[in-house]
Nanobody, 119 residues
Framework: QLQLVESGGGLVQAGGSLRLSCATSGVISVINTMGWYRQAPGKQRELVAESSSDGSTNYADSVKGRFTISRDNAKYTLFLQMNSLKPEDTAVYYC?????????????WGRGTLVTVSS
């Protein structure tokens, strides 16, 4: 079983920066994707950024040019550098890992970290 723990959220003024981290523990055989999602109050959870095993990345249009996803493959740790934050970035941010453990699919989620951007 894979456990994910996010950290780095907090309160920041518009235009500021935060760096989120996602630490993993447990077992997984193959990681296909590691990503960040967010859910604002009253809205559905949405993809923010995703990093695939082939090195490619994918960003939501709303964060392109402002957010950067990165990973430490040796430590199975995921990061999200968030710059030029806007009030509309306020949400709970969740870490996600998809892959396989032996023949079983893995779709693991953290509990989330709250990011609040004040105007």
């Amino acid at each position: 079983q894979l456990q994910l723990v996010e950290s780095g959220g907090g309160l920041v003024q518009a235009g500021g920066s935060l760096r989120l981290s996602c630490a993993t523990s447990g077992v997984i055989s193959v990681i296909n994707t590691m990503g960040w999602y967010r859910q604002a109050p009253g809205k559905q959870r949405e993809l923010v950024a995703e990093s695939s095993s082939d090195g490619s990345t994918n960003y939501a249009d709303s964060v392109k040019g402002r957010f950067t996803i990165s990973r430490d493959n040796a430590k199975y740790t995921l990061f999200l550098q968030m710059n030029s934050l806007k009030p509309e970035d306020t949400a709970v941010y969740y870490c996600n890992v998809r892959g396989h453990y032996l023949a079983n699919p893995v779709d693991a989620w953290g509990r989330g970290t709250l990011v609040t951007v004040s105007s």
